[in-house]
């Protein structure tokens, strides 16, 4: 519960963007993954609202999905 409601200097959560799948791995486990499960894994299409960047090196947040990324999840090698 500590770590969960740690805070920084300015009151904002340290570990805020973690979840239940950032743990624990062993290392019989990584190495079975990169060399057999990886290449079994299904890819799931996720639409996403891509920053993009100006002429002058800003950056533009687009307001509606704007492109397309393949992503792997991890809880997809859990029985």
Known sequence: KEMAEATDEHGSLLYGAAHICVN???????????NSLL???????????IPTCTAD?????????????????????FP
């Not at 290449?39 to 609202?49: F, G, I, M, W, Y």
């Not at 090196?57 to 090698?77: A, H, R, S």
């Open 24 to 34: 624990w791995f062993s290392m019989a486990f990584l190495q079975r993954f990169g």
């Open 57 to 77: 090196g800003g950056t533009v947040t687009p307001q509606e999905v704007n492109g397309v990324k393949l992503e792997l999840f991890i809880f997809d090698t």
């Open 39 to 49: 290449d079994t894994l299904p890819l799931h299409v996720a639409r996403k609202k």
